[in-house]
């Protein structure tokens, strides 16, 4: 008798986040009102050139935010200290609650570990899609390869145009398999599942009102310098930073490692072909009625930006996705009756802070441009102002406020001094020198509106398993029953368990139809 991993799923108590959000705000608006007093005693003002008045505006804006974002992170710091994290206990038997599709996504970046996790999932009624948007023929034949290795548990998906980004890859699959299965699972290429991950997280979805699971993530072990520096920030973000803005504001779907109810994604219409689809998917979802809740106790494993150069590729995607959200899907969340006002509030600010670097560039410029300089303030000498005591202590709190973000990072290494010291000093100047990047990449999408997905894995090694011999597939869309994968093998071939897939003994794999959109 096999085991179902049962957890508690991390939600956001009403009223304990009402009250938490409304002492932040009240008490930031205190600190408005008297940092307005003391710049307005200290001669600040917007009088003068524009390019002063402007410099002033920026600073100002600066200082605010700064703020906000510290005692955001102060609060989830707060609340974080003596929580222990919850994990998952075997109770009962797995039980049937729906069929799942495990959707694996790849694109020049297939890993067969990743892969591999997706198979050797407990729960025996799931099914994988390897979702292959390659281009290098290398890594087509090596889905290929996994595929006739896999032929009862996989089925290759391709399409021949490649738009709509990850969220347009896998609207294609589902749109193929969605009216067969009642969940689907979404894993990234270099995602690791644990054996237990689709039985666990079924268990989460005991309300209808549940739309999405997400798991926690943990980081791979590094095999650079670069990452072994910086990969303890993916146990931070999860560990004491998602849970804690999951109890008190609002949950977002983070794109892979998690499970979604097929009924939501036909109810918002697929996923929104953006670059920050997930993102999109959440907001979309919870205006139409769905949460999200977390199982701190599932993990999937996932790899480290080896490089500062993929570093650098994955924060620009997610500020311009970002950008590209607050242009198009941020007003009508904002706007929605279904959403409680401070759920909009922690994803609006978490948003902002996205785009802190070109707000913090923007304020410098200005200020150099108009020959004023607030280094000068610290040391008590401005050519604009003559500050006071009032005004030092605001600017040196401000600086404090940019650097909050590392409190939880503080809290989870506080045991560890050395290694904490070695991670906010590489975290710190690893940010400043990507701050030009992201701040000119937040500029070209504000004003054109345009978005680039780049693709940050940096793996390329090639698979070499004896045993068959593996001929790639066509190149041919799905949407028609023509796609095949033709290989040999000296075993015999289960058949697929999917109802509307089947591979025949000589390893053929053919669709037999699919689900639409609508259906």
Not at 111 to 128: E, G, N, T
Not at 237 to 252: C, D, I, Q
Request: charged letters at 15%.
């Amino acid at each position: 008798m096999q085991a179902r991993p049962t957890n508690t799923p991390t939600t956001h108590s009403a009223p304990h986040s009402a009250v938490a959000w409304t002492i932040l705000i009240v008490f930031w608006i205190v600190c408005v009102a008297s940092c307005y007093r003391e710049l307005r005693t200290s001669g600040f003002s917007m009088s003068g050139s524009l390019m002063i008045g402007v410099s002033h505006c920026a600073l100002a804006s600066c200082v605010l935010l700064s703020w906000l974002f510290g005692m955001y992170y102060l609060v989830l710091t707060l609340t974080a200290i003596g929580k222990r994290r919850q994990t998952a206990v075997t109770t009962g038997p797995i039980e049937m609650r729906g069929r799942v599709a495990v959707l694996y996504t790849t694109m020049n970046d297939f890993s067969r570990a990743a892969a591999l996790s997706c198979v050797s999932q407990d729960y025996p009624w799931c099914d994988v899609f390897l979702c292959d948007d390659s281009t290098d023929p290398m890594c087509r034949e090596q889905v290929d390869r996994f595929h006739c290795e896999f032929p009862e548990k996989t089925a290759v998906l391709r399409r021949p145009i490649r738009s709509g980004f990850k969220a347009g890859n896998l609207n294609h699959a589902l749109k193929q398999i969605g009216r067969d299965y009642q969940f689907f699972a979404v894993n990234d290429a270099d995602g690791v599942l644990q054996r237990t991950f689709v039985s666990a997280l079924l268990s989460a979805f005991d309300d209808e009102r549940v739309g999405f699971v997400q798991s926690r993530q943990v980081a791979a072990t590094s095999r650079t310098i670069f990452g072994h520096y910086l990969d303890v920030g993916i146990a931070v973000y999860w560990t004491r930073v998602v849970p804690h803005s999951a109890a008190f504001g609002f949950l977002m779907f983070h794109g892979h490692g998690a499970m979604v109810r097929t009924a939501v994604w036909k109810r918002i219409g697929g996923f929104p072909e953006i670059v920050s689809e997930d993102l999109a998917f959440a907001t979309e979802a919870r205006r139409c009625g769905y949460i999200g809740v977390l199982c701190e106790g599932v993990t999937c494993e996932e790899e480290f930006p080896s490089s500062y150069r993929a570093f650098a590729k994955r924060q620009l995607k997610y500020c311009t996705g970002t950008c590209e959200h607050l242009r198009r899907y941020m007003w009508p969340f904002l706007t929605s009756p279904e959403v409680r006002w401070y759920e909009k509030c922690d994803r609006l600010l978490a948003s902002v802070m996205m785009m802190s670097p070109f707000l913090f560039l923007a304020a410098i410029i200005t200020s150099t441009a108009s020959g004023f300089y607030p280094s000068r303030l610290l040391g008590g000498a401005s050519n604009v102002l003559a500050p006071s005591l009032g005004l030092r202590v605001m600017i040196w709190s401000t600086l404090a406020g940019w650097v909050c973000p590392l409190l939880p990072a503080c809290l989870h290494m506080w045991r560890k001094p050395t290694r904490l010291a070695r991670y906010v000093g590489a975290c710190i100047l690893v940010h400043l020198a990507m701050a030009p990047t992201l701040a000119a990449g937040v500029l070209r999408t504000l004003v054109t509106g345009r978005t680039t997905f780049p693709v940050t894995g940096d793996r390329g090694g090639t698979s070499h398993d004896a045993g068959w011999r593996c001929e790639p597939a066509a190149h041919e869309a799905i949407d028609s029953p023509s796609m095949t994968c033709s290989c040999r093998r000296a075993a015999a071939v289960q058949p697929f368990t999917s109802p509307n897939w089947s591979c025949v003994d000589h390893g053929e794999c053919r669709s037999h139809g699919g689900g639409s959109l609508g259906s």
